[in-house]
């Protein structure tokens, strides 16, 4: 779109939406959110299942705000899920500060992490992609390191000496859940959104309009990390011991969360959610039943929603429906 006057008159009478249908879309994400955590184990007991239900609905609501918005695909966006329980662990054992502390410590130090990274902000594309790639890689290897083994525990994993039951960890990750889930609404119906959304579609035009389309990523940058920092120390102390593979894993908190965000529609506030329920319980039936094939039924998955489905569940909703997503 070429600037022009008009043009930036019109952006700025676009930011001024009213928020008006927030109260009523917030039914749509929370009645669903409260059915799985609350009734969802009354069928099911296995309070794990539900519990990384809940960590993956967080995860894919974060990468939402940076992918989903603003457009910047981070390969190695688990990094902060893991920070986060790594510094969470470390605080308890080290420190030995209350646990609910450590939680926020956890998602302080993972947007700590998206700051000194953030100059990669001004990469875009492929490039981005792969340099958020290799600084997961890079932290994996420095958290697994021997020498630093008194710290991290290095190979031999992490213990965590003090820990919630895991009846108010639940409660806990469905309350992150949740309050991830309105965040997102909040974003959707708001200025700084509608900010993110125009950026994503023209970022040369927008900042002629006046808007520091820098400063925008670094905010939505911050608030998705700190997000998946504090679920990663939620996570950290559910299982209260873990390997440094098991946070860093590259399959589960990165590119199935990709996955989950592109099925149900990325940019929306029902896409996330839509896309972690189904695909979770896909996931775990094959996961189960067929192990071996998991990989390629989601390698299969990802070319089907590139060529036949590139907006998503919600994507196809919103040409069958007068709703807005």
Do not use: C, K, Q
């Given at each position: 779109m070429e600037y022009s006057e008009g043009n930036c008159v019109k952006y700025e009478s676009f930011l001024n939406v009213s928020l008006s249908r927030a109260g009523k879309d917030a039914l749509k994400t929370l009645v669903p959110l409260l059915a799985i955590f609350l009734i969802g184990p009354l069928f099911y007991t296995n309070q794990f299942f539900f519990f990384l239900m809940g960590v993956l609905i967080i995860s894919t609501n974060a990468l939402n705000i940076v992918y989903g918005y603003t457009g910047y695909l981070p390969f190695g966006f688990g990094l902060f899920l893991a920070f986060g329980a790594y510094l969470a662990s470390m605080s308890i054992n080290l420190i030995h500060i209350p646990v609910a502390l450590s939680i926020i410590i956890g998602g302080l130090s993972s947007v700590l992490l998206s700051l000194v990274f953030s100059p990669l902000l001004r990469l875009s594309g492929a490039y981005f992609?792969?340099?958020?790639?290799?600084?997961?890689?890079?932290?994996?290897?420095?958290?697994?390191?021997?020498?630093?083994?008194?710290?991290?525990?290095?190979?031999?994993?992490?213990?965590?000496?003090?820990?919630?039951?895991?009846?108010?960890?639940?409660?806990?990750?469905a309350a992150v859940a949740v309050m991830s889930s309105l965040?997102?609404?909040?974003?959707?119906?708001?200025?700084?959104?509608?900010?993110l959304k125009a950026m994503n579609d023209d970022r040369h035009s927008v900042e002629m309009c006046g808007v520091n389309?820098?400063?925008?990523?670094?905010?939505?940058?911050?608030?998705?990390?700190?997000?998946?920092?504090?679920t990663g120390g939620l996570y950290a102390i559910y299982l209260g011991f873990f390997y440094p593979s098991g946070v860093f894993d590259l399959t589960e908190f990165s590119v199935l969360v990709i996955i989950f965000l592109i099925f149900g529609g990325r940019g929306t506030y029902l896409g996330p959610l839509i896309g972690s329920v189904v695909l979770f319980i896909v996931y775990q039936e094959v996961t189960l039943n067929y192990p071996n094939y998991s990989l390629l039924v989601f390698g299969i998955l990802i070319v089907g929603l590139i060529l036949f489905m590139p907006n998503g569940v919600v994507g196809i909703l919103k040409k069958n429906t007068k709703e807005v997503f």
């Open positions: 992609a792969i340099a958020s790639l290799a600084t997961f890689e890079s932290l994996y290897y420095i958290m697994s390191n021997l020498s630093l083994a008194s710290y991290t525990g290095g190979p031999y994993g992490i213990s965590v000496h003090a820990a919630f039951t895991p009846n108010i960890d639940y409660y806990a990750i965040i997102i609404l909040y974003i959707h119906h708001s200025n700084f959104g509608l900010a389309s820098h400063r925008f990523r670094t905010y939505a940058w911050i608030i998705s990390t700190f997000l998946v920092g504090v």
